[in-house]
C-alpha cells in the first residue's frame, strides 16, 4: 500500500504562488499515476491535475482542469518519491483543500472513485 502526505498549503493573496507537495511512502509513487483533486466548502471534490506513471508505456502526461491551464504545474521527483503542483496566479476560486491521489493505472482519470489511495488534503485559501 502507498501512503500520500500533502503539505505546502496555505494562505496567499490573489496573484501570488504556492508549491503543494505529496510525499508516498510504503511504495515506489513513480509506479502510479497520481492527481490533485480539490473540494471547496459545500461542492464536489474536483479534477484539478493529474500525471502518468513513470512506467506508463506512452510516455509520461500531464493533464489539467480548464480552470487551472496555464497557471498550474504538475511534475514529479522519482528520487524523492513526490508529484509536486506549482501554483501560480492564485485567484479567490482556487481556495478549496487540496488533495493528492493515486491509482495503479497508467491512465490519468478526472474520477474520484478511480483512485485508490488518498491523502488527507492540504487548505489553500487564496484572500482578494
Known amino acids: 500500500q502507498v501512503q500520500l502526505v500533502e503539505s505546502g498549503g496555505g494562505l496567499v493573496q490573489a496573484g501570488g504562488s504556492l508549491r503543494l507537495s505529496c510525499v508516498a511512502t510504503g511504495r515506489t509513487l513513480s509506479r502510479y499515476t497520481v492527481a490533485w483533486f480539490r473540494q471547496a466548502p459545500g461542492k464536489d471534490r474536483d479534477f484539478v491535475a493529474g500525471v502518468t506513471s513513470t512506467i506508463a508505456g506512452s510516455g509520461l502526461k500531464t493533464y489539467y482542469s480548464n480552470s487551472v491551464k496555464g497557471r498550474f504545474t504538475i511534475s514529479r521527483d522519482n528520487a524523492k518519491n513526490t508529484v509536486y503542483l506549482q501554483m501560480n496566479s492564485l485567484k479567490p476560486e482556487d481556495t478549496a483543500i487540496y488533495y493528492c491521489?493515486?491509482?495503479?493505472?497508467?491512465?490519468?482519470?478526472?474520477?474520484?472513485?478511480?483512485?485508490?489511495?488518498w491523502g488527507q488534503g492540504t487548505q489553500v485559501t487564496v484572500s482578494s
Open positions: 491521489a493515486a491509482r495503479a493505472r497508467e491512465l490519468v482519470s478526472v474520477l474520484t472513485f478511480e483512485y485508490g489511495y
